[in-house]
Nanobody, 125 residues
Framework: QVQLVESGGGLVQAGGSLRLSCAASGRTFSSYAMGWFRQAPGKEREFVVATSRSGTSTYYTDSVKGRFTISRDNAKNTAYLQMNSLKPEDTAVYYC??????????????????WGQGTQVTVSS
């Protein structure tokens, strides 16, 4: 099992940046593919971005391409989401998620078994 704790959310003006962190417990973080999801008020949770166990493969939803960057540091058991050029429509609770993966360079858009508690990101116009 793995436990996830997000941090780094906050209030930022449109055009600003934030970096979210997702700290994982346990010694097998490198066995998990990671993803970031978000849920805006009154909306369903949606996929944002995913990365493989190795971090070499990534996939972004169209609305964040060119603005968001996912990365991971397996030595620190941490995944990151760098968010630039933020827009009011990016306002949401952001969740990181982990999925055990047997393939080092595969990302996943769904099927995540482990979730963090979420961190609020609010972008003002």
């Amino acid at each position: 099992q793995v436990q996830l704790v997000e941090s780094g959310g906050g209030l930022v003006q449109a055009g600003g940046s934030l970096r979210l962190s997702c700290a994982a417990s346990g010694r097998t973080f490198s066995s998990y593919a990671m993803g970031w999801f978000r849920q805006a008020p009154g909306k369903e949770r949606e996929f944002v971005v995913a990365t493989s166990r190795s971090g070499t493969s990534t996939y972004y939803t169209d609305s964040v391409k060119g603005r968001f960057t996912i990365s991971r540091d397996n030595a620190k058991n941490t995944a990151y989401l760098q968010m630039n050029s933020l827009k009011p429509e990016d306002t949401a609770v952001y969740y990181c998620a982990a999925r055990l993966s047997y393939v080092s360079n595969t990302y996943y858009r769904d099927g995540y078994a482990y979730w963090g508690q979420g961190t609020q990101v609010t972008v003002s116009s």
